[in-house]
């Protein structure tokens, strides 16, 4: 059974601080892993890494893909109150048109 | 925003009854999901769909149906809600360019079943 597993499920850190969010998976046909940052509503897409894009950074966010170790990481840099969110993982499949989800990490950032 | 909507956003139902989710998008991509959303479980893949007329089964799809004849409308049909089926339903979307794995997501539907 494919399974996407995120750590830690919940997270409370100051503004300023530097979190790490984990995400490790195990599938049969890995193609692809997604990061998605979700507030009180629709999930809105961050990165995508593959093969051939083990490392994506946009601002404070950034995030690698360790294809040896079947995980990631989403690290975000100097912590801003409107980071609080949840954080979720999938991983996309060869041959299979569809994502498997991570139970997701809550992220809180205090003032 | 990728085009999508979802109607209702919200529903209170009784046990029993059946209930439709629509999903519509704009973007003319290729392929739709549907989720659920629980706490504690992330997104779960309830029927997707990859053309017209062509569905499949997700992890949790028992107790739902779904149907694509149009491009742009996925339905999600509960023939007969129970209480279990107390969610937030996202639809998705992608296909549309060659990233084919990013999903792009509704504002969700807020179902309870008493």
């Known amino acids: 059974e494919d399974k996407v597993v995120q750590s830690p499920l919940s997270l409370v850190v100051h503004e300023g601080d530097t979190v790490t969010l984990n995400c490790s998976y195990e599938?049969?046909?890995?193609?692809?892993l997604l990061w998605y940052k979700q507030e009180k509503k629709a999930p809105t897409f961050l990165f995508m890494l593959?093969?051939?894009?083990i490392e994506k950074k946009s601002g404070r966010l950034s995030s690698i893909l360790d294809k040896k170790e079947l995980s990631s990481i989403l690290n975000i840099t100097a912590t801003q109150t409107g980071d609080s969110a949840i954080y979720l993982c999938a991983v996309g499949l060869q041959g299979a048109q569809k994502l498997v989800f991570g139970q997701g990490t809550r992220l809180t950032i205090n003032p | 925003d990728a085009g999508i909507t979802q109607s209702p956003r919200h529903k209170v139902t009784e046990t029993g009854t059946p209930v439709t989710l629509r999903c519509h998008q704009t973007e003319n991509h290729r392929y739709m999901y549907w989720y659920r959303q629980d706490p504690g479980h992330g997104l779960r893949l309830i029927h997707y769909?990859?053309?017209?007329?062509?569905?499949d089964k997700g992890e949790v799809s028992d107790g739902y149906s779904v149907s694509r004849s149009k491009t742009e409308d996925f339905l999600l049909t509960l023939e007969s809600a129970t209480s279990s089926q107390t969610s937030v339903y996202f639809c998705?979307?992608?296909?549309?360019?060659?990233?084919?794995?990013?999903?792009?997501f509704g504002p969700g539907t807020r179902l309870t079943v008493l």
């Open positions: 599938v049969t046909n890995f193609r692809s």
């Open positions: 998705a979307i992608s296909g549309r360019t060659g990233l084919t794995d990013t999903q792009y």
């Open positions: 593959t093969s051939s894009g």
């Open positions: 769909s990859y053309g017209v007329k062509d569905t």
